[in-house]
């Protein structure tokens, strides 16, 4: 059964705090990608993956930097945690090439107070 | 810019039939994803279109017009089990995935 999993479900932290999300995936997939999820508004990309130590800019990367030492592991990091920055934070990975479906982790519900 | 459009919310009855519409500006396309995701969940592939025409998979099918910048999800035989936010994706031309906003669909009994 592929899996994608998600270091926390829930994470509470405060504003300043250096934030880490962690990322695994069992699929030995290429890509590995970032988005966080907002009501009403879609998944917005971050940062993804193509291979291992590679990273490229999505929609939305300020704030945020990623590592990806090993291809199964994509970790995202908030440098400086902020209250904007509360979200759902979903991970998600798929083969190489562009138009294969994604598998998404269960998601960390990250709360900035 | 780039901008999907799928109504917010639907609402339709146990054993009805309901049909979930995403309309797409991109820029270029190379194929079209919906997604299922359960309140709380990872959202999960349903389908992936490309070409023009209806894609059948049990009781979801999913349309795809190229030219209208047009595509639907249609669920037959609504179980509660379906009450869910259902998500349009476009591959553009940069072969990046444009996300809809969802469309959180309520079964009532």
């Known amino acids: 059964d592929v899996k994608v999993t998600q270091s926390s479900r829930y994470l509470v932290k405060r504003t300043g705090e250096k934030v880490f999300l962690e990322c695994v995936q069992d699929m030995d997939h290429e890509n590995m990608f970032w988005y966080r999820q907002d009501p009403g508004l879609g998944l917005r990309l971050i940062y993804f993956s193509y291979d291992v130590k590679m990273k490229e800019k999505g929609d939305i990367p300020e704030g945020y930097s990623v590592s990806r030492e090993k291809k199964e592991r994509f970790s995202l990091i908030l440098e400086s945690a902020s209250t904007n920055q509360t979200s759902m934070y979903l991970c998600?990975?798929?083969?190489?090439?562009?138009?294969?479906?994604?598998?998404f982790g269960p998601g960390t519900r990250l709360t900035v107070l | 810019g780039q901008n999907i459009d799928q109504p917010t919310e639907m609402t339709a009855t146990e054993g009805a039939i309901v049909q979930i519409n995403c309309t797409y500006q991109t820029s270029g396309f190379n194929g079209l994803f919906w997604y299922q995701q359960h309140a709380g969940e990872a959202p999960t592939f349903l389908s992936y279109n490309v070409l023009d025409g209806l894609e059948e998979k049990g009781r979801f099918s999913s349309f795809l017009s190229r030219s209208k910048g047009y595509s639907y999800l249609l669920l037959k035989e609504l179980q509660m089990k379906d009450s869910a936010s259902y998500l349009c994706a476009v591959i553009d031309s940069n072969y990046q995935l444009i996300w809809g906003a969802g469309t959180k669909l309520i079964i009532k009994p």
């Open positions: 998600a990975s798929s083969l190489s090439g562009s138009v294969n479906e994604q598998f």
